[in-house]
């Protein structure tokens, strides 16, 4: 697969909510960074299709997905790097704070499997959404 072909199966698979399929295209082993802090637990360095899992499950728990809003404006794609660019609107199950901001992901495809993703979005202003 291309690594443009393996950014929209990671993107289809995201959309339709299952963490263990989404998981599947992910190497063994992985450079995965969503900067943030210890108050959105869904943050932070994985290395591991598993982690990755579990970071989706976690995110599930602290947002509203029925109320999700993804735009994707563009994907650029140079040999095995794929940057999207877009943004996202959430809602923080806790506080029914919405937010939403322009985010980028890069991603890099190694063997048809993402080795590499980093999302880069306003951090502080999601976790002033989950403030108390």
Known sequence: ???REVVEKFLGLLGAGDPDAVAEVF??????????????PWTG?????????????????????EENVDKVEALIVEGEHAVLLGEFTRTARSTGRVYEMPIAMHFQVVDGRISKLYLYEDTAKVARAYAK
Do not use: C, F, H, K
């Open 27 to 40: 190497n063994e082993v992985i450079d995965w960074y969503v900067p943030g802090s210890d108050q959105l």
């Open 1 to 3: 697969m291309t690594t």
């Open 45 to 65: 360095r994985r290395t591991t299709p598993a982690q990755v899992a579990d970071y989706l499950r976690v995110l599930g728990e602290n947002i509203v997905p």
